[in-house]
Every structure is written in C-alpha cells, then in structure tokens.
C-alpha cells in the first residue's frame, strides 16, 4: 500500500501527483529539445517530430502489457520500472549521435518509460484507494500532468540556454532518477489484488463491492460497454490532439507574435489541470456522462474559437481558446479512469484498463499527422479542425452510451 498501514489516501494522491508531474513534464520536454536538435543536426522536422508520433504508438502498444504487469507484479514495481526507463533515456539522449539513436532512445524506450511511469499504474493505484469521490480524487493526482509540463518546460529552456541541450538532457534525467526512486521505493508498497486492496478502500462506502474480484479480462472485452468505452478512448484524441500539436503554427500563421502564443498556451496549461480537477468532481456530483460532455462542450468551443480567429484574428479569441480548450483538455483522462473502475474495478483492472489506453493511443498517433496532411493539401486547418469537433460530438455520445443501463457489464 502507500505510505504503510496507518498512512492516509492524501500520502497516495501527494506520490502519484509527484510522479505523473516529473514523468510527463520531463516526456514533453522533447518539444523543448526539438529546436537545438534540427539546428545542431540539421535533420528534417518531419523526420523528428516522427520520433514523438513513434513513442504515441509503442505507449499504446504497451499500455494491455503495462496494465497486465500491475495486476501480477502491483503497481510499485511498475511505477519503479518506468521511471528508471525515463529518467536513463533522459541521461543516454545527451549522447546521441545518430537520428536512429534518438529513435530508439526517446521513441521507444522513453516510451516504455511514460507508459510504466504514467497514468495506468497511476489510475489503478488511485482506483484501489478511493471508491466515493474517485473522479475528483483521480483528476486531483492528473493535474499534476500540467502542472508538470508548466514547470519543466522552462526549466529545460533555461538549462540548454545555460548548458547547451546535451548537459540539459543529462541533469533532467539525473534529476528525475533522484526525485522518482527514492520517492516510489518508500512510498509504495505493492498492493495485490483481493483482501489488502480491499482493506485500502478506506473511502468506500460499499465494502462488498470493493472485495470484489470484479470481471476477467475475456469477460470485460466480451461487453459491449468495454467496446463503447473503447471507441471514447480512441476518438477523444482524435477531437483533441490535431488541435494542440498543431495550436502554435496555426497562431503564428494568423499573425500573432511568437511570445503572445507562448503566453497563450502557457495559460491553456494551467488551465488544464484545474480542468482535470473540476470536471472529476462533476463526474462524482452529476454524473461521468454529463461531466464529459460539458468536457467536450470546452474543447468545441475553444476550437470553434481558433476557427473564428482565421477568419478575424483577435487577441481575445485566443484568450477564449485557451480557457475552454485548456479546460477541456485532459478532463477525459480522471473521468475515463473512474468510469472504467465503476464497471470493470477489481483483480484485472489493469489489464482492461491498459487495454482500453490502447485505443487512445491509437487515436492520439492518428490525430496530429490527419491535421498535418489537411495542411498540406488545402493550406489551412479549418476542415481539420471542424473534424475535430464533430469528434467532440462521437465522444460525448460514446459516454452516454456507455452510462446507458442498457448495457449489460457481464
């Protein structure tokens, strides 16, 4: 368990914030590294930003086995794992020579890394501790996502301006190794599925459905609620991504300076991990379909203002965009998490849960390069962005569905 017997559900949610806010500020460093990479190498953009679509894919890939791994081995050890994969990738990125090597380090290993140290173990561990309040409980511990990027990403700038990139990648990997393992080691000990995870449901007010097994992996993948959940995992992304990878170029095309979209998205940042608070307490209060879909109302909205900003580009639609995108995104993830455990909570959680994380990352590879080709072929985002919307609409549905009593869980 976390902390030991006598510690309280804050010590868990401290820990997984800590940790999903390293790892993730420390993956999404890369965007940081992008620049003085092409400079120093002069390799394409096209060729390096694949690094990031490749590390999309092999996390997805990864999530079913990342996810079965915590049903057998418990989340510590997981955790464990996955920090060290990041923080060493980190350390042996300062020594690439070769795009391969990059390839090979940041998109395949420091993935493994992300999908160990991110929010699959993360959420299974959360989902073992709090049964009320778990959407609120697990969009708390996922705001740490955001917060992380905000910090780390500055930090790295500072450090390749002072260091140069290559000493900048070996102290934020050193810096993570110390931070993480120290912190995991102590702070966790495994919880194995059965009596001590119920025994750690302090929260619940349903002490028989916490000790239950709950369904297998077959079962769960045999309900057609797991497959609807499925399809909401895989098209959040899509109504997401091909926005955000793409926010900067499409402002700076429309005349806005470089140091007003920085602030601009900076502030989508923060927004996102009160968003991922917010909506979680909506999903316990009024439920997880209505929570998404007020989600999903943001994110249309903010796109919808990015739209109006190509016909009249005014400051203030950037403003808008930032607080209702910024809001929206990320809020699937806690609700996402919660609702899963609602249905298929117990000794294989991780394993469904890790699965249904495939079909996000399946989405979340297609999303940025569908954007990026409709630019390429008719100059602007618009039709990409509008498919971006229409998304908003299939996720929504797909929550709702999955709410519907229809369903049957076995």
Same mark, same amino acid.
């Given at each position: 368990?976390?902390?030991?017997? *006598? ?59 990342? *996810? ?29 020579? $070769? ?18 140290? !991110? ?12 049964a009320r309040r778990r959407g609120g409980m697990i969009g708390l511990a996922?705001?740490? &996502? ?19 990139? /290559? ?73 997401v991504m091909p926005v955000f990878v793409h926010q900067v170029a499409f402002?700076?095309?429309? !005349?806005?300076?470089? &140091? ?5 998205? *900076? ?7 009160? *968003? /991922? ?36 580009? $005014?400051?203030g639609l950037l403003y808008a965009y930032a607080i209702l995108f910024g ?47 409709? $630019? ?12 971006? &919307? ?14 519907? /009593? ?5």
């Amino acid at each position: 368990m976390v902390g030991g017997p *006598g510690a309280a559900p804050w010590v868990a949610l401290t820990i997984v914030w800590l940790t999903l806010a390293t790892s993730y500020g420390l993956y999404f460093s890369f965007s940081i590294f992008f620049v003085p990479l092409i400079e120093e190498f002069r390799w394409s953009r096209g060729l390096t930003a694949g690094i990031f679509s490749l590390s999309t894919v092999v996390q997805g890939l990864a999530s079913p086995i990342v *996810g079965t791994l915590v049903d057998r081995l418990g989340p510590r050890r997981v955790l464990l794992a996955g920090a060290a994969l990041l923080g060493t990738a980190s350390i042996l990125a300062s020594r690439i020579q $070769h795009l391969w090597e990059l390839y090979l380090i940041t998109g395949v290993m420091a993935a493994l890394g992300m999908a160990g140290a !991110g929010w699959v173990p993360a959420g299974v561990l959360l989902s073992r501790w709090f049964a009320r309040r778990r959407g609120g409980m697990i969009g708390l511990a996922f705001s740490g &996502m955001g917060i992380g990027v905000l910090v780390v990403g500055p930090v790295a700038q500072y450090l390749i301006v002072q260091t140069g990139w /290559r000493r900048a990648s070996l102290l934020l990997g050193v810096a993570t190794l110390l931070l993480l393992i120290p912190l995991l080691w102590f702070g966790v000990k495994s919880v194995t599925p059965g009596g001590s995870e119920a025994s750690l449901r302090r929260d619940s007010s349903s002490p028989d459905r916490a000790a239950s097994a709950g369904p297998s992996v077959r079962q769960a993948l045999l309900t057609r609620r797991f497959w609807v959940l499925f399809l909401a995992s895989f098209v959040t992304p899509l109504a997401v991504m091909p926005v955000f990878v793409h926010q900067v170029a499409f402002a700076v095309d429309q !005349g806005f300076s470089r &140091m007003f979209v920085a602030s601009i998205f *900076g502030l989508s940042g923060v927004l996102s991990s009160v *968003g /991922r608070v917010c909506f979680g307490v909506i999903s316990d209060r009024v439920g997880r379909a209505q929570a998404a879909t007020l989600s999903f109302c943001c994110t249309a909205g903010g796109t919808l203002a990015l739209l109006v900003a190509e016909i009249s580009p $005014h400051p203030g639609l950037l403003y808008a965009y930032a607080i209702l995108f910024g809001l929206g995104f990320g809020a699937r993830g806690p609700i996402m998490t919660a609702m899963a455990t609602d249905f298929f909570g117990g000794e294989r959680f991780g394993a469904i849960y890790g699965i249904l994380n495939f079909g996000n990352g399946i989405g979340a590879a297609l999303g940025p390069w569908y954007s990026g080709l409709v $630019h390429d072929l008719t100059g602007s985002y618009r039709w990409a962005f509008v498919t971006s &919307m229409s998304f908003c609409g299939v996720g929504a549905a797909c929550f709702w569905a999955a709410a519907s /009593r229809r369903l049957d869980v076995r």
